[in-house]
């Protein structure tokens, strides 16, 4: 954080009562029009009694009688004291040189101290409103201090104190915020230790089973085994996905995500999706569908990691779209990039779970059962993918029109 340089507050000060002095001398001359001997002879006076009111300031500031105080209320009131004393000093000075009699001097001498004690008197009472704002502040601060994250200020105006009890508003909406979030994280936490325990202790549990059954020799079948080796193949593949899905998480939670940026043909891409999954498609007669737009080939990405995308969405969309319906890829050419969508014809994702479809371990179903779904890692690798290519992926949903993913791949230039 940077603050401006401002000049010494005694330079000010100086230049503040030259600036008086001239203007006092300015309106002397044209109010009274004396005779240059008394200009000078003023000029000297006031000169004299600015020297010694300014001294006297400086070294009250010097002495460092601010910082002394205990409260800023009698800081404010030791400075209005102060200025009535320089006041009646010149004044009364200016008056003893210029009264001609003993009775006009003292008469000066008691209204100049009945309106210095009126100046403090005012000066506590204005003192009273600006010292209780300040302690407003410092109690709601101490309220913050105790954890009480609701605490705010009602400050009414358009001073430095408004603009501080705002901007204390401000930073307890800030540490509310950062207090919530640290309580979700701390429940993810929670739940990601649940959940991923269940995701592994799943398929290590079939796989135990199957090597202690064949080990213990109570299946002997040469078909049964084949059957249990098929099985035990299958979960070690589960496993591995999940493991590589936590390692891609990782790489993205810590920015450390390569990207092998290349012109790769998106049209190739597309193709070479629904081609792999056409085997899962047909039994259940899902026709699987890719339209690219005329003009668009070669765009500026990761082949690999956006084929990691597609294949995710595209899966989903397979998963829940019921038999005889269609998945469809669609690219879209767009002025800066182009724009892929996926749609299925399923029943739609719940309005209630659109905003965190994309959130680490986060499924609509919440059974945990891998044969509804993953692990839940699936849309948020998709999403971290995408946007390290500088894009963003959407979705939208209703149960009328299915599901539509959308990401975007932003050119090169």
């Not at 240059?36 to 010097?62: E, H, N, P, Q, V």
């Not at 092998?260 to 792999?276: G, K, Q, W």
């Not at 905003?355 to 692990?375: I, W």
């Amino acid at each position: 954080m940077t603050t401006k340089p401002t000049s010494s507050p005694f330079l000010r000060f100086a230049l503040g009562i030259a600036l008086i002095l001239v203007v006092s001398l300015l309106a002397f001359y044209l109010i009274m029009r004396p005779p240059l001997d008394d200009i000078w002879l003023m000029a000297a006076f006031l000169s004299i009694t600015a020297l010694i009111s300014g001294m006297a300031s400086y070294i009250a500031y010097r002495m460092g009688w601010i910082n002394r105080s205990p409260t800023i209320r009698w800081t404010l009131i030791g400075g209005y004291i102060l200025a009535s004393l320089l006041t009646f000093l010149n004044v009364w000075m200016t008056a003893r040189l210029m009264f001609a009699s003993q009775h006009d001097l003292l008469l000066a001498t008691v209204l100049l101290l009945f309106a210095g004690g009126i100046a403090i008197a005012l000066g506590y009472f204005l003192t009273a409103d600006l010292t209780d704002r300040i302690q407003r502040l410092e109690e709601a601060a101490h309220s913050i201090a105790d954890g009480d994250l609701d605490t705010r200020i009602t400050e009414k105006g358009q001073d430095e104190i408004s603009d501080l009890a705002q901007s204390f508003n401000v930073m307890a909406d800030q540490l509310q915020a950062a207090e919530q979030k640290k309580q979700e994280i701390e429940i993810l936490r929670r739940d990601l230790i649940a959940w991923i325990s269940h995701d592994l202790q799943t398929p290590l549990t079939s796989i135990r089973a199957i090597l202690e059954a064949i080990a213990d020799g109570v299946v002997d079948d040469p078909d049964t085994v084949q059957r249990y080796l098929s099985t035990a193949q299958k979960d070690v593949a589960s496993l591995s996905s999940l493991i590589d899905d936590l390692f891609q998480m990782a790489q993205l939670d810590a920015g450390g995500l390569t990207l092998n940026l290349a012109y790769n043909s998106i049209r190739d891409l597309v193709s070479d999706t629904l081609e792999s999954f056409s085997e899962l498609a047909s039994p259940r007669k899902v026709e699987l569908r890719g339209t690219v737009a005329p003009g668009i080939d070669s765009v500026w990405m990761d082949a690999q990691r956006i084929g990691r995308v597609l294949n995710n969405l595209v899966g989903n969309a397979l998963q829940y779209t019921p038999e005889e319906g269609t998945v469809d890829v669609v690219v879209h050419d767009l002025p800066q990039g182009v724009l892929v969508e996926v749609r299925d014809a399923g029943e739609g994702i719940k309005e209630s779970d659109l905003p965190f479809v994309f959130e680490s371990f986060y499924r609509g179903e919440k059974s945990r059962n891998r044969g509804t779904g993953g692990a839940g890692l699936g849309l948020a690798i998709a999403r971290g993918i995408v946007e390290a290519h500088g894009g963003e992926i959407t979705v939208s949903s209703s149960p009328e029109t299915g599901t539509c993913f959308s990401f975007t791949i932003p050119s090169r230039y």
